[in-house]
T-cell receptor, first 118, second 112 residues
């Protein structure tokens, strides 16, 4: 697609519920990233995919968070047993490549999924 | 712990003035530096990237990098009300790195 698409744009759920957030990156971008942005803060790294594999999931806060990218394109961030502290905007980004100092490495962000846990 | 520090502001400047936004970072091996603009309720949008010491100009925007001082800045000339947004500084470590570390952002208000 022309840009990074994220769905849903807004999700309200109750504490303890399971949530899935979807990201469709720019066509041809091999690198995909998930970030989380809380109010008044900068985005915080969660996980990075190169192709189908999670190259770095060191930013995931705990084992309730999991992400997949089975075919190397669309990714889903899954949150189990949601807590009020999970409320934030979840941003997905993609880039053509990763790890080099070039324009191909520049991240383009989606509009985000705002998660509210009541 | 890699840290990126920015003055949270708000920074208010009159229309037509130069806005100066500053950022310091803790990781000495950082090699890539980015400025993102984020309007309220919107996603971050890249406006400048810089990789080498010195200045890089793009239209009304100039990014300045001083690796010895671990300092990067963004100048916005002839500021417009439409420049009012939060500006996020982001830093990436060595050439093989892919993880961006963001500052909290500086909120800029351009007063007509």
């Amino acid at each position: 697609g022309a840009g990074v698409s994220q769905t849903p744009s807004n999700k309200v759920t109750e504490k303890g519920k399971y949530v899935e957030l979807r990201c469709d990156p720019i066509s041809g971008h091999t690198a995909l990233y998930w970030y989380r942005q809380s109010l008044g803060q900068g985005p915080e790294f969660l996980i990075y995919f190169q192709g189908t594999g999670a190259a770095d999931d060191s930013g995931l806060p705990n084992d309730r968070f999991f992400a997949v990218r089975p075919e190397g394109s669309v990714s889903t961030l899954k949150i189990q047993r949601t807590e009020r502290g999970d409320s934030a905007v979840y941003l997905c980004a993609s880039s053509l490549t990763a790890g080099s100092n070039s324009g191909a490495n520049v991240l383009t962000f989606g509009a985000g999924s705002r998660l509210t846990v009541l | 712990q890699k840290e990126v520090e920015q003055n949270s502001g708000p920074l208010s400047v009159p229309e037509g003035a130069i806005a100066s936004l500053n950022c310091t970072y803790s990781d000495r091996v950082s090699q890539s530096f980015f400025w993102y603009r984020q309007y309220s309720g919107k996603s971050p949008e890249l406006i400048m990237s810089i990789y080498s010491n010195g200045d890089k100009e793009d239209g009304r925007f100039t990014a300045q990098l001083n690796k010895a001082s671990q300092y990067v800045s963004l100048l916005i000339r002839d500021s417009q009300p439409s420049d009012s947004a939060t500006y996020l500084c982001a830093v990436k470590s060595g050439a093989g790195s892919y993880q961006l570390t963001f500052g909290k952002g500086t909120k800029l208000s351009v007063i007509p």
